[in-house]
């Protein structure tokens, strides 16, 4: 485990005072990791993995979307894995690559990050689309213009932000890592956002469900501020981890962590106070090195579970799987302590973290 340098000032008194009135911290419960395999062999694909779980052909079955390509690899491609075994016991051999025009669907990839694909319902005609971060901040949306069977897709388009008659390209910066949510529990989809600068940005969809309209860009907050995911390259997925009935939030980064962002307004409001290093077998999860950690939280063997799938600089796709327990379990005693750590209670707790970024 990396080293971590830690300063603080606080009484007995005030840490005793501050556990007792602090709320249980729900935590996703994982297992150790698994590779996920094909065809005999741990996948590993051409340059910086981004896998998903999604039915691609309708089958019933989990199958696995995997982005490919960055550092060596310009030309960033999406590969889909299908399920040759069951939906508890998800199997694959060879995979194909997305299509678009009749040729594979191509992205420029660059540095740490080829493409970042999420299959999502885009325009309401009930054939899934596929939504794509860039490596240089732009987000497009590749319709389906096949069946939702037999996918395949478009030209795509750059989705666009501002008010009528005046919209620019949504543009986080660089390495766009986006996801489909309702966020402020209006009914209409949404759009999250992670990139290099830290930031969790949000679009709130002002249109339809099926004719989304950007015009404001908004940042995820934390006390008060801006959320910044430490390291960088955030790369946020949203789901209500603890059964609260409000959304939370769990992101990659630079360094490799898995961070869990519990949620203290509402489910129509998110706002959050710091996070808690999420855990597998008890140890913190820290891929080695830099190696830009991008999760997908989803049911990998249809238990009604949470398990993680997350891609790195290694190619491959790494599985934790959720363990099944009585109730929501607690975060760990070290999570805690983190946690109260980050939150400043006024003349109690002070607190500064000091770590080096990775690059």
């Not at 054939?127 to 996918?151: M, W």
């Not at 469900?209 to 950007?214: C, E, L, N, V, Y």
């Not at 519990?262 to 913190?284: C, K, Q, R």
């Not at 799938?309 to 109730?327: E, F, R, S």
Request: negative net charge; charged residues 20%.
């Amino acid at each position: 485990m990396r080293g971590r340098k830690w300063q603080f000032h606080l009484g007995a008194a005030a840490l005793v005072t501050a556990i007792t009135a602090m709320p249980a911290i729900a935590q996703l419960n994982l297992g150790s990791e698994e590779l996920v395999a094909a065809g005999g062999g741990d996948i590993a694909v051409l340059g910086y993995s981004v896998p998903s779980v999604a039915d691609w052909n309708n089958d019933g079955l989990p199958d696995l979307i995997v982005g490919e390509g960055g550092g060596a690899y310009p030309d960033a491609k999406v590969r889909v894995y299908l399920n040759e075994g069951t939906a508890e016991a998800p199997q694959f051999s060879g995979f194909v690559y997305a299509q678009s025009g009749g040729v594979d669907l191509i992205a420029p990839g660059s540095g740490c990050l080829g493409l970042f694909p999420r299959v999502v319902h885009w325009d309401g005609d009930g054939r899934k689309d596929l939504l794509i971060g860039q490596s240089d901040g732009i987000v497009k949306v590749f319709l389906n213009n096949a069946t939702d069977e037999a996918p395949a897709f478009d030209g795509g388009t750059v989705l666009q932000l501002g008010e009528p008659g005046s919209k620019v390209d949504l543009d986080v910066g660089y390495r766009a890592t986006p996801s489909v949510v309702d966020w402020n529990s209006d009914g209409v989809k949404d759009l999250v956002v992670g990139a290099m600068d830290s930031k969790v940005h949000v679009f709130i969809n002002e249109g339809t469900d099926a004719a989304p309209d950007f015009r404001v860009a908004a940042e995820a907050q934390s006390g008060g501020s801006a959320l910044l995911v430490p390291s960088a390259r955030s790369s946020p997925t949203v789901l209500d981890v603890d059964g609260d009935g409000k959304k939370d939030l769990v992101a990659g980064n630079t360094n490799g962590e898995l961070l869990l962002y519990g949620n203290v307004g509402t489910d129509a409001a998110p706002t959050f106070a710091g996070y808690v290093p999420i855990e597998a077998d008890g140890v913190a999860i820290d891929l080695p090195g830099t190696p830009r950690s991008r999760p997908c939280l989803c049911d990998w063997t249809g238990d009604g579970v949470t398990d993680v799938v997350i891609g790195a600089a290694d190619g491959n796709v790494h599985l934790y799987m959720g363990v099944p327990t009585d109730g929501i379990p607690a975060v760990s005693a070290w999570g805690v302590f983190a946690m109260l750590l980050l939150m400043l209670t006024a003349g109690t707790l002070a607190y500064a973290r000091q770590r080096p970024i990775r690059v």
